[in-house]
């Protein structure tokens, strides 16, 4: 039963935030707390044949060196640069950076590969993917656009960097760190440390930004754990910017070719297309994801898949916002463009005559989307019916070249399952105690909101709680399920409450607010605990969501499958002599289901444009093949988006429920926000240069 | 509490080895008996390390009088010798505005301060923003705007954004954006951020 | 980082009596922008820091006289919003706020941002610091280890001024204003005070590209001053880099000119980001000096900037980026004669 729109209210965490006292993991402070520091290897392969940690130890304020051997983390062997060798701990941060940088070690090195270019790197191939007749669609073909697009190695780079707090009280660990999958710590710190449920505790109650970076468990957590169970005091580790370059995960480079066929009419027939991508062996970022969500985007009926990998000699690349859908729909909207002008026709309609019905990778329906909406809206409130459609058209007085550009973007719409407890209180209080992790994407208020538009309660002292383990088992926050997931379990839940009380109140309920009804019955509280499925799902989901197995699903449900869509529009001008480029405008509009909270849902949009932008633009982490590692690992020279880089930002949401995936209607788009602004602003450069850029970033030294 | 440092101090003095890749690590304050250990722990007096400098300063309208490692950056000294966490740590090299604090009324990157340089003078960080229970019109126009998403840059955005317009430099939406430049938010909530300065400043300018 | 010693100097007499009695292992430190920094990356490794930051009059800001004085300690904030520097020398504050975030400004003082040290990543990542360890070999951290920007990831490299040993470009914005305005640095050292004109403060890299400045040891930068002249009025500092804001120059220049209408009669062209010093252009000036500026003619003189640059991998753009640069940055000049 897909619900009303919601009304919106202001994010909820946002005073605590203002005033500084929002709690990250690094924040947590312990009376004899230590602090560590990781040596990071100087090789990029090879073996530890000798470390020496006595100068680290005679450093005044070193209290414990942990070396190689004595964490099973802390290997010899080493299989990228700056894998950590050493840990240090003392009394002051600067007492072990200090320590850190006395320790020194004799390597035996051994040759690597880089990067996917350098000599003896071999592709691996994967499985692929064939839908309807390619081949004959390509024999067809009246016309035929191709092209190979890379987009680069790119960090995560959330502001707040991987920090641990480590604490052990009576035989009970307690971590603390900024983490968007906590029971996955939790699992490995209970088998690494032979502990038992009631032994472990990790929060993570705020977290400075995740964007995919912070969802494996990390190397840190069980050094600081170990540490402070030898020393016998909580230890704290902040990992400098440089060293998380290079031992978090990454999105790896990857390079897409791909070939369009349309028919004489101009109907989009047929894609063949095929990436390679750097990954380490056994890596945990498929290849054979790239083609999934982007072949739903349009109709187009024949595509041929292939994948492969290119195994390299650096730390493990993962998922990063906007995951394989965001170079490989740099790819496919590119071609999109390209062929929308050699067929002459406007890129927004070509794209508006190729709606999806289907999902041809799983065979069936898509479920009811808005896609069109999102494009015919965006254009309006663009102005796109302004845009001269030859390239190299459109200046300023001063010369300056002006391009318009457009493309859209595609994200699977998965579940999980997950419970919730919520009591509602006569004293005043309402306690939700929920799943996942708030990142910054608002998953706090879009569950408040459920309950305060679904209940009449107190609203400012209403207490939303997740990001801790000892409150019950909590979601892996990633691939954008984390809201949708909770947003249908807290609405059960309130529709339980509500239930529960008619039974409570009988025919003639007492006047009041719901505390107040309460008080006037005598009953100091009620309280419902709910359990959710995602479509097609059965209890066992739900003895997984307890247990820490795999209790999400989709974006392919049983008999249809569910997608988020978006479009996005940009102006982009080119200073007539520097060709320094600039975006002024952009207009983003998404189908993201029923929007919960649609003050944090606009600000996710306006984020995703951002990132759009600073990943078209902007981002790439360059490796010297010579040595390994990541030259530019600071954020000097890893080049993000500053404020001065954006312009106008006008964003919006179509706001129609989904009616299939849930009760709400809702769908992720935490991934979603940041795909089609790198097309958009590549198809705007060829709108104003009549240059087709296939490489990403773009930079002034492409333009010149 | 001398004690206790000394003992530190003691206990690192280990015999110089060269551990094997496959040897032992060293633990040195393993070498506390238990009870002592357990002792230092309820102490928890702080031991500072390197060499050590007083500083005496005005933090928050507070005085912070405390002898430091000459070594340590003024963000260190809040974030690790005062409860003041808020101010966050992002770089730690000047490159992404994260630990903005005021010096004497102007923002400054704590994180590049020298812990020593702030002796006799003035520190506002953002928990000295509010007045009790009243916000600073920046902090409200910040929740009004939805000018954050994580939070993390959010304390050095809103001590930037205050001296945008206490210095005067909130006159244009190109004006503001360029002195917000060095504060680096990786959600993207520059166009909430822009808002929200012209909101409030607004209200300051009255 | 090491333990080390931290005193506040009352005098600058007093600051270089100290220095020289720490036998070379002092620095002095004002705002801590770089130098702090350095030593985060294990590049610096000072036993004493001598704050000069504190010394009585040293941040003095004089525009009375014939001359622009801007004491060494002076913060960048405070000289970039000087009336007289902002009204009517462009160039100067336009190239302090274009140099760094408002919070650098507000630390960083204009006497130490004539020692800002390069920013090449070769040097800066491979020190040994926590962040990454000695990795990359670097002739200006380890004389004689070679120089891995060669042959290497060069893009942000010099394409003038450039050695066999170094490529690193140098960093500054307010040096490359100060080179086009012809200003003298003023210091204080063991042997007493010393003027030198900021033409002869830098130094090539050649074999020895460790010595970037032309300052004897215990040497202190005390004043910055500057000649008052009309060509202040009609001058820019043009930056051109990888985002709009906080980031160092692919290319820029700083231009100052004296005009007769239309017709250039004195130009003074300066570069940065694209040399190994800050780069003053007499060629680009003579291109444009009795002409009659046009935008065809502002590129010509653009080019012959680099008619002697030589590019690496990745940076050969840097040649076509700069002079453009230039050619802009006469225009706008040009655009503000009273």
Known sequence: MPTQAFSEIARVDARDKVLGRAQYGADVKKPGMLYAMLVPA??????????????????????????????????????????????????????????????????????????????????????????????????????????????????????????????????????????????????????????????????????????????PPKMQTFLVAHAARLIRRPVKLVTPRGQLFHIANYRPRSVHTIR???????????IIYDVVQENIPDGGFRSTGYHEDIARLYAIENFRATAGDIHIDRQMPRHTRGTHPFPAGFALESVIDEMAYKLGKDPVELRLEHEAKNDIIAGQPLSPHFLNDCLREGASRFGWSRRLPEPGSMRLADGTLVGLGVACGIFGASMSASEAT??????????????????????????????????????????VLLGDTTLGPQLATVGERGTASCVPTAAKAVEALRARFAELAGANPPAGNLHQQLARLKRPYIEVKVSELAPGQDASAIEAYRTG??????????????????????EIHIDATTRRIRMPRAVSIADVGRVVSPRTAK??????????????????????????????????????????????????????????????????????????????????????????????PIRINDVL | ??????????????????????????????????????????????????????????????????EIDSRASLLDLLRERRELTGTKKGCDHGQCGACTVHLDGRPVSSCLTLAAKIDGRQVTTIEGLAEGADLHPMQQAFIDNDALQCGYCTPGQIMSAVACVTGGHATSPDAIREFMSGNICRCGAYVGILAAVQQAAKVMEG | M?????????????????????????????????????????????AHLIDVSRIDGMDA???????????????????????????????????????????????????????????????????????????????????????????????????????????????????????????????????????????????LPGDTPHREFNLHPGELVTAITVRKTPAGRASTYHKIRDRESYAFALASAAVALEMDGATVRTARIALGGVATTPWRSRAAEAIVTGSPLTPELALRAGRAAFADARGGQHNAFKIELGARVIADALIIAAERRA
């Not at chain 1, 900024?178 to 705020?206: H, R, T």
């Not at chain 3, 506040?8 to 270089?16: K, N």
């Not at chain 3, 919003?81 to 462009?90: F, H, K, L, S």
Request: charged share 20%; hydrophobic share 40%.
């Open chain 1, 42 to 215: 100087t090789i990029a392969k090879g073996k530890v044949s000798a470390l020496d940690v006595a100068p680290a130890m005679e450093t005044p304020g070193v209290v414990q060196v942990l070396g190689i051997g004595d964490f099973p983390a802390l290997r010899a062997e080493i299989s990228y640069r700056g894998q950590p060798t050493a840990l240090v701990v003392a009394e002051t941060v600067e007492a072990a950076i200090e320590g850190a940088e006395a320790v020194t070690a004799v390597y035996e090195t051994a040759p690597y590969i880089p990067l996917m270019t350098s000599p003896g790197a071999q592709r691996v191939d994967a499985e692929g993917f064939n839908a309807g007749d390619v081949d004959r669609a390509f024999q067809n073909a009246a016309t035929i656009v191709e092209g190979i697009f890379e987009t680069p190695t790119q960090h995560h780079n959330a502001m707040e960097l991987f920090g641990t707090v480590a604490e052990w009280t009576d035989g009970r660990l307690t971590v603390y760190e900024g983490c968007q999958n906590l029971d996955a710590v939790k699992a490995a710190l209970m088998k690494a440390f032979e502990l038992s449920l009631d032994q472990i505790a990790v929060k993570s109650e705020q977290v400075g930004g995740g964007f995919g970076q912070k969802s």
């Open chain 1, 260 to 270: 369009l066929a349309a028919s004489a009419e101009g109907r989009l027939q047929a």
């Open chain 1, 422 to 463: 919520l009591r509602v209180r006569a004293d005043g209080t309402t306690r939700m105690i929920s799943s996942g992790h708030e990142m910054g994407q608002g998953i706090l208020t879009a569950i408040a909101n459920v309950i305060i538009q679904g209940l009449d309660i107190n609203p400012d002292r209403l207490e």
């Open chain 1, 549 to 570: 197995g795999r209790a999400g699903t989709g974006p392919d449900y049983p008999g249809f499958t569910s997608m988020s869509y978006i479009a996005q529009f940009v």
């Open chain 1, 603 to 696: 600000s996710q949009m306006y984020g995703g444009v951002v990132w759009g932008f600073s990943t078209a633009l902007r981002e790439e982490s360059e490796v010297d093949p010579r040595f390994a590692g990541y030259l530019n690992d600071d954020l000097a020279d890893y080049v993000m988006a500053v404020n001065a880089d954006i312009g106008e930002v006008d964003v919006g949401l179509i706001d129609k429920p989904d009616p299939r995936i849930n009760s709400v209607g809702v769908k992720g788009m935490g991934e979603l926000v940041m795909l089609g602004t790198a097309p958009a602003i590549a198809n705007a450069i060829y709108h104003a240069t009549g240059k087709r850029l296939r490489k990403l």
């Open chain 2, 1 to 66: 509490m001398e004690d206790e440092r000394s003992e530190t101090t003691q206990t690192c003095g280990v015999t110089r080895r060269v551990v094997l890749a496959s040897g032992a690590g060293a633990a040195a304050a393993s070498i506390l008996p238990l009870e002592q250990r357990a002792q230092a722990q309820q102490q928890f007096a702080r031991a500072e390390t390197g060499q050590t400098v007083q500083v005496s300063a005005n933090v928050n309208g507070r005085p912070v009088i405390l």
């Open chain 3, 2 to 46: 090491r333990a080390l010693s931290y005193t506040v100097a009352p005098s600058a007499e007093a600051a270089v009596a100290r220095f020289a009695a720490a036998q070379g292992s002092a620095r002095y430190i004002a705002g801590g922008t770089n130098l702090y920094d350095l030593m985060k990356l294990g590049i610096e490794h000072p």
């Open chain 3, 61 to 203: 800001i004089e525009t009375d006289g014939d001359i622009l004085r801007f004491g060494g300690r002076a913060l960048m904030t405070d000289v970039a919003y000087t009336p007289v520097v902002r009204d009517q020398y462009p160039v100067l504050s336009e190239s302090l706020l274009k140099a760094a975030s408002q919070q650098l400004r507000n630390m960083a003082t204009v006497g130490g941002n004539l020692l800002q040290r390069t920013r090449c990543m070769y040097f800066r990542n491979g020190a040994g610091s926590t962040s990454m360890v000695g990795v990359y070999p670097c002739n200006k951290r380890e004389p004689g280890s070679g120089c891995s920007a060669i042959g290497g990831l060069d893009r942000t490299h010099a394409v003038l001024g450039t050695s066999e040993a170094c490529t690193a470009v140098a960093p500054g914005d307010w040096p490359v204003a100060l080179m086009a305005m012809d200003a003298t640095i003023e210091m204080l050292g063991p042997e007493g005070p010393r003027n030198l004109p900021i033409a002869e403060f830098y130094r």
